[in-house]
């Protein structure tokens, strides 16, 4: 049975800091997907992760996959307000799609 | 482009009264899906469909159903309203590859509020 869990569910962190979210799965896959969630809105589309070892980027968010500890991660660096949101993974296998429970971030300014 | 499209964006049923929550994208993607947000529980797949005239149940499909004629509307129907239907309804849409369940990433509508009472 294919499993997602999201940690930390709630991070409130100052501006300026580094930190962690941390998505583990529980079968085998290699898609992994990252959203953000602003309160009220939709889901928007942060990073595609689909091979063993893939990094993506963007401005002060990293995400990276490790398939073979099931494991990928959402690194904030030097955290900004604007980056307060939910963050979700989404893994998906094949038909079957589960999203971890989310990641509240609260960035303190 | 429109992208995913939903209507209406918030509505009050009353227990045992159905309804329909419209979902069209303009994308020309083969899969489109459902789902629910629930406080805590992430999201949850109803229903999703690999292409026009295939559909297929998902984690939580119990008192919804789904039906795609065509590539881009793929309608959620409540067949009698209940409280624990209560909930913010996203579908969603992706290009796929291979299998038809290799999505490349989902593009997600703007939501429905549904409150039943």
């Known amino acids: 049975e294919l499993k997602v869990e999201q940690n930390p569910l709630f991070l409130s962190m100052q501006e300026g800091k580094n930190y962690t979210i941390y998505c583990n799965y529980s079968t085998t896959s290699d898609r992994l997907y990252w959203y953000r969630q602003d309160p009220g809105k939709s889901l928007e589309s942060l990073f595609v992760?689909?091979?063993?070892?893939a990094v993506k980027q963007e401005g002060r968010l990293m995400a990276s996959l490790d398939t073979k500890a099931r494991l990928s991660t959402l690194h904030i660096t030097a955290a900004v307000h604007d980056l307060s949101a939910t963050y979700f993974c989404?893994?998906?296998?094949?038909?079957?799609?589960?999203f971890g429970k989310g990641t509240r971030l609260h960035i303190l300014p | 482009n429109a992208g995913v499209t939903q209507t209406p964006k918030f509505q009050v049923l009353k227990t045992g009264q159905s309804m329909t929550l419209q979902c069209a994208q303009d994308?020309?993607?083969?899969?489109m899906s459902w789902y629910r947000q629930d406080p805590g529980m992430g999201l949850r797949l109803i229903h999703y469909?690999?292409?026009?005239?295939?559909?297929d149940q998902g984690e939580v499909p119990n008192g919804y159903n789904v039906s795609r004629s065509t590539t881009e509307d793929f309608p959620l129907r409540l067949l009698s309203a209940a409280p624990s239907q209560t909930s913010v309804y996203f579908c969603a849409s992706s290009y796929s590859f291979g299998t038809g369940y290799q999505l490349e990433t989902q593009y997600f509508g703007p939501g429905t509020r549904l409150l039943v009472l």
């Open positions: 994308m020309n993607h083969e899969y």
């Open positions: 989404e893994v998906n296998r094949d038909d079957k799609i589960i």
């Open positions: 469909s690999v292409g026009a005239g295939i559909t």
């Open positions: 992760l689909l091979s063993n070892g």
